[in-house]
Structures are given as structure tokens and as C-alpha cells.
């Protein structure tokens, strides 16, 4: 176990900055996600860490190494692939085995070693199957014993849970989260999934093209986004224009509407707010931060439904209600209500 | 798919058909005809047979320059094969794994046996070895390496085309997966590489032998009376005489090859290959 940092790490492709000065450090133990669209440059950090491609400038330490300028074969790391990438001519058991026979491990400490892995992701029956012979899941699971045999100083995920079915991905998201905090190894995973990321991460980072947007525990993220980027990548988010007045504690939208807030910046030119941080009141309803409202779309979802309302100045809000016998019936569109607005849950953001 | 049944579906599955099945007796018909003419007993080939007889194999068996010569094409056959994968294995590594200057033009060179007529490669290897002979008192020309050196560029391009393609065919993280378990690239190489690719180069190997046993043009330079290769000795009896001793060589050529294919067959896919 150990930790990393990455210092002020850059890569180019050709003209193209596909990493952009990010710095970042992890924690021992602690599981790292690195969530971004397609394109922001994740993958390639993750690679730079593996040592798969050189940096083009900037430093990667494992623990108290420098590995900058070291191959991945002597960086001491577990790499889980997307695509899992066994070795399709040996057994489960010789896939597990590879890493041990590279340290020149005893035969006999082998065996007991791989078993050790093999019972841990549950394969012990399928040890002398081919990795064609088995399913997608199972594949999964010995790409993982395979990369935490070795114990490495640090586990890399690459979209590990892509191209698993929807019910698969599940379990295996509580699996792989379970082995991580048992074995409490230091663990980067990349994933484009935001529930994913936030199921799975103890903290997240967001990349955008190539660079770090915010870094930050799941809740961080979620209830205070630093940027328009983050809040809109991250969950559903109401974004009303306009700017801060009395120090921040209030947000006047560009229609007029003025709201109580959590402290917003004075540079904030947008407030966010969730859709479920939003109540729903009578139509008679008083208060700070309730304001009359007309009921436009009901959408029933299941276990919530989401509705837009429209409010007299004319912005309209989405706004989530947990589904409820009494309140299935109560919504039609066109009906008079009023919203309250959770002054806490009102985040000022910067950029529109 | 259901096919129809309507005229113009048929007479398109008909014309279809027939082309394969002419395709494959085009094909197949002179190794059928060689096979039999070599059981004629006719002294001169003409049709029809006089009767049948196997005096032509022990003729064959007889005529000393055949037996040889079939020697001396396998020991230069299996040289070259062996030397040209040794030679194209690495090259095809850098070729499909690294990114340079003159990668073209590399390809381009090494795949230049195919283009060039074999005369020609085998005049100039002539003139080259008669020099090399002269400078260094080494006899190279005649020699069964010398013949070797000629074929190893026969056999190059073969496995080239083959080895590539199928590098071309291993995934990639596989190869950074045995990188990530601490495997050096020498190692990776050795131990996950080329145990995938293994197909490809039994497939390069066949395709090298093949090309190398029945190669009469290069030879033709190279070889000295005593030292022949088996396509020479068939060249050299023709000169004098026309008889089925010749179909009965061919046969066994062809026995050999199409034993080969077979065993091969049996460990790896080729049609998954080639």
C-alpha cells in the first residue's frame, strides 16, 4: 500500500493537450475516481501512472518513489482492464500465477497464493478453465485476483465495470468496493459513470479537457460544485442567471426573482439548485424563499416524479417528488402551487 | 436466409455454384492428372495409357540426382524457413509495435523479393557470391548455405505478410497487462506474445517451406552438379527425356507439401491463418 502523487502532470498528443498540468494525491487506502467525459484526458492519467505512456512533463510518485522515468514492470502495480485483457492461452490459475512467476515466487508459495486470490473474487472451482470458458463477470473477477496477487503499492481500474450487464455492474460495484476496503489498498478507477464514481469513490476528481475541474468527496461535489462544469456533469441541477447582492446573501435571477442563498460568490453568475432540495406547498403558502408557481409537465418515474413548474417571473424549475399513494393523485398539470427554496441548497457557481 | 425460388434465384445460385465447383476442378485437375500419369506404363506420355504399373516410382528411387536433390531441397527449404523467421519475427515486432521514420520503407524493402523477378535475385546473387568467393577463398556458390541465403529471401516477405498480420491481431492491453505483472518487453514477448501469434508463424513457416522447396529460379544459379535441388533434377531429366519417372517425382513433391499442410492443420487453424 502506499500513496500517489501526481505533480503537475502534462501529456501532448501532437498538438493536442490531452492531460493539462493536473496534480493530485491519494491517499493510502483510499479509493480515487477519475470522472470525466469521453475525451477529458482520464484514461491517459491512468496511464501515465501505469507507466504505459511517458509524460510530457511533471512527476509520478508511488509511496517515496519517483517513478517518472520507471517501466510498469517495475512500478508494482495491479492494472484491471477494461476489457480485462486475460492471457486467452492459460488457465485461470496460470493467469493469477503470471505476476508471481515474474517475481521468481517458490512453486508451492504460488499455489497457496493463487489460491488465496482465486477464493477471494470466489473462482476456486474454475482455476483450470480457459478464459474463454467462462463469462464476462467471471473474467472480470480473475483480472481482479490476477492484479491483487502481486499485492501491489497501488490498484488501477480502467473502466472496470463497463462491459458488464446493468444487474452485474451492481453487485460487482459493491464487490469490488468490499475487496478495496479489506484489503485497503490504494486504488485509482476511471469511469465516465457519475453513479458509479459516487458509489464507488471516497473521493472523486472531475476532469474536463484535460484538466482538474474539482476534487472532492462524493457529497462535496454534489452539493457544492465549484463550477458550471462539475454541477451540470454531476446529478440534475436547476441553473437560474443572474448575480449575488448583499454580500452573497441573496441571488437575483435575470428575470427579477430574488433568493435566499448560501453564501454565493461575488463572481457567481448562476445559481444551482437540485431538484429535490425543492419543496412543494400549498398554493397559500408563505414564507422566505416560497414563491407561487404553476404546475406545467408532471413526468411519473417510479419511484419519484419530476415536475416542472413555472414561476410568475417566468423561470421555470425542475423539480423532483418522492412518489407517494397520496401524492400520485395530487399532481395536475396546470394546478396553482407554491415552491420553498432551501436557502442552504441554493449554490452560487461560477460561469454561465 | 431463405433463398427463393423464383427463376432468376436460381439460375444466380446456379451460375454461382458452377463457378466454384469449375474453380476447384481448375484447380485440382493438374495435381489429379500429375498423380495419375505417374501410374502409367507407357515409356512416353500420351493418352490413353497402355496399362498401369509402379516401375516409374522405383525408377525414381533409382536415379540417384532425385533422391538427392529432394535432400538437398529439404535441408534448404527448412534453412530458410528457419532463418527467415528468425530474421522476420523481431522485424515484424518493430514493424507493428513502434512508430519511425522509414517504417514504408522498411516494408517496402523487405517485402522487394516478391517484386523483383528470381532470375534477377538469383544473377545478382550469383554475381555477388562469385565475388565474395574471390575476396575471401570461401566456396559459397553450390554450397546448400549459399542456395539457404537465396531462399531466406524468398521466405522473408511470406512471413513477414503473415507475422504482421497477426501481431496486428493481439490486443494490446494484453501486452500491457503482462507489462503491469512485471514482465520486461523481452519477457512479454516470450511468454504472452508469441505463444498468440503461434498460428501465424506455423502458417509463415508452411508458407516459407513451400515457397523454398519449389523454387527453381534462384537455384537455377546457385546449385553445381553435385549439389541440386529436387525442381533442378526435375529441370535437368526433362532435357533428355519425357517420361512418367518425372509425374512420380512430382507426386512425391506433392505427397510431402500436402503431408505437411495436413500434420499442420491438425495444431493450428490455417484457414484461421492465411
Redesign the interface.
Known amino acids: 500500500m502506499a500513496t500517489v502523487v501526481l505533480d503537475r502532470i502534462t501529456r501532448r498528443f501532437g498538438d493536442v493537450l490531452a492531460v493539462d498540468d493536473v496534480s493530485l494525491a491519494v491517499a493510502e487506502g483510499e479509493l480515487l475516481v477519475l470522472l470525466g467525459p469521453s475525451g477529458c484526458g482520464k484514461t491517459t492519467t491512468l496511464r501515465m501512472i501505469?507507466?504505459?505512456i511517458e509524460t510530457s512533463a511533471g512527476t509520478v510518485r508511488i509511496g517515496d518513489r519517483d517513478v517518472t522515468q520507471e517501466?510498469?514492470?517495475?512500478?508494482?502495480?495491479?492494472?484491471v482492464?477494461?476489457?480485462y485483457?486475460?492471457?486467452?492461452?492459460l488457465t485461470v490459475f496460470e493467469n493469477v500465477a503470471?505476476?508471481l512467476r515474474?517475481?521468481r515466487t517458490p512453486e508451492a508459495q504460488i499455489a497457496s497464493r493463487v489460491g488465496q486470490a482465486l477464493a477471494l473474487v470466489k473462482l476456486e472451482a474454475l482455476a483450470q478453465r480457459l478464459p474463454r470458458q467462462l463469462s464476462g463477470g467471471q473474467q472480470q473477477r480473475v483480472a481482479l485476483a490476477?492484479?491483487l496477487v502481486?499485492e501491489p503499492d497501488v490498484l488501477?481500474l480502467d473502466e472496470p465495470l463497463s462491459n458488464l450487464d446493468a444487474k452485474l455492474r451492481h453487485d460487482v460495484r459493491q464487490e469490488i468496493r468490499r475487496l478495496q476496503q479489506m484489503l485497503k489498498i490504494t486504488t485509482i478507477m476511471v469511469t465516465h459513470d457519475q453513479d458509479e464514481a459516487m458509489s464507488m469513490g471516497d473521493r472523486l476528481v472531475v476532469l474536463n479537457a484535460g484538466r482538474v475541474q474539482q476534487i472532492g468527496s462524493p457529497q462535496a461535489l454534489y452539493r457544492k460544485p465549484e463550477n458550471l462544469f462539475v454541477a451540470s456533469f454531476i446529478g440534475q441541477a436547476n441553473f437560474l442567471d443572474g448575480r449575488p447582492e448583499r454580500d452573497g446573501a441573496v441571488f437575483v435571477t435575470r428575470s427579477g426573482v430574488a433568493i435566499a442563498c448560501a453564501r454565493a460568490a461575488p463572481e457567481s453568475r448562476s445559481l444551482m439548485i437540485r431538484p429535490e432540495t425543492i419543496e412543494v406547498l400549498d398554493p397559500s403558502a408563505t414564507g422566505t424563499n416560497v414563491f407561487p408557481a404553476i404546475l406545467e409537465v408532471v413526468t411519473y418515474l417510479g419511484s419519484a416524479s419530476e415536475l416542472a413548474v413555472r414561476l410568475a417571473e417566468g423561470d421555470t424549475l425542475l423539480v423532483t417528488q418522492p412518489s407517494s399513494p397520496a401524492a400520485a393523485r395530487r399532481w395536475t398539470a396546470g394546478q396553482r402551487l407554491s415552491i420553498r427554496i432551501d436557502p442552504e441548497s441554493a449554490v452560487g457557481i461560477l460561469g454561465t | 436466409m431463405v433463398r427463393g425460388t423464383r427463376f432468376p434465384e436460381r439460375l444466380q445460385r446456379f451460375a454461382f455454384q458452377g463457378t466454384v465447383a469449375g474453380t476447384f476442378v481448375f484447380m485440382a485437375l493438374p495435381i489429379a492428372l500429375v498423380l495419375w500419369l505417374s501410374f502409367f506404363r507407357n515409356e512416353i506420355l500420351s493418352l490413353p495409357p497402355d496399362g498401369y504399373s509402379l516401375r516409374w516410382y522405383s525408377e525414381m528411387f533409382a536415379q540417384r540426382q532425385f533422391l538427392s536433390g529432394f535432400w538437398t531441397s529439404l535441408q534448404v527449404a527448412l534453412l530458410a524457413t528457419f532463418c527467415g523467421l528468425v530474421v522476420t519475427t523481431p522485424a515484424s515486432f518493430a514493424l507493428t509495435r513502434a512508430r519511425f521514420r522509414g517504417r514504408e520503407a522498411i516494408v517496402q524493402l523487405l517485402m522487394s523479393p516478391l517484386i523483383v523477378p528470381a532470375i534477377v535475385i538469383g544473377s545478382g546473387l550469383y554475381m555477388a557470391f562469385v565475388e565474395f568467393e574471390v575476396r575471401t577463398g570461401l566456396p559459397v556458390v553450390g554450397s546448400t548455405w549459399g542456395l539457404a541465403i537465396g531462399h531466406i529471401l524468398l521466405t522473408i516477405p511470406w512471413s513477414l505478410r503473415l507475422v504482421t498480420a497477426s501481431l496486428a491481431g493481439v490486443?494490446r492491453?494484453?501486452e500491457?497487462?503482462?507489462?503491469?505483472?512485471?514482465?520486461?518487453p523481452p519477457?512479454?514477448a516470450l511468454?504472452?506474445t508469441l505463444?498468440?501469434i503461434w498460428p501465424g508463424l506455423v502458417a509463415a513457416a508452411l508458407f516459407s517451406f513451400v515457397t523454398s522447396f519449389g523454387n527453381l529460379e534462384i537455384s537455377l544459379l546457385l546449385v553445381t552438379p553435385g549439389n541440386t535441388t529436387l525442381p533442378i533434377a526435375i529441370l535437368q531429366y526433362l532435357q533428355w527425356k519425357i517420361d512418367p519417372t518425372i509425374a512420380a517425382v512430382s507426386a512425391l513433391q506433392i505427397a510431402v507439401v500436402g503431408t505437411g499442410l495436413l500434420v499442420t492443420n491438425r495444431f493450428v487453424s490455417l484457414a484461421k491463418v492465411v
Request: charge should be positive; proline fraction near 9%.
Open positions: 501505469a507507466g504505459f517501466p510498469p514492470y517495475r512500478r508494482n502495480i495491479g492494472v482492464f477494461q476489457n485483457a486475460l492471457f486467452p492461452h503470471f505476476g515474474r517475481r490476477r492484479a502481486i488501477l | 490486443d492491453s494484453i500491457e497487462a503482462a507489462a503491469s505483472l512485471g514482465a520486461s519477457v512479454a511468454k504472452v505463444p498468440l
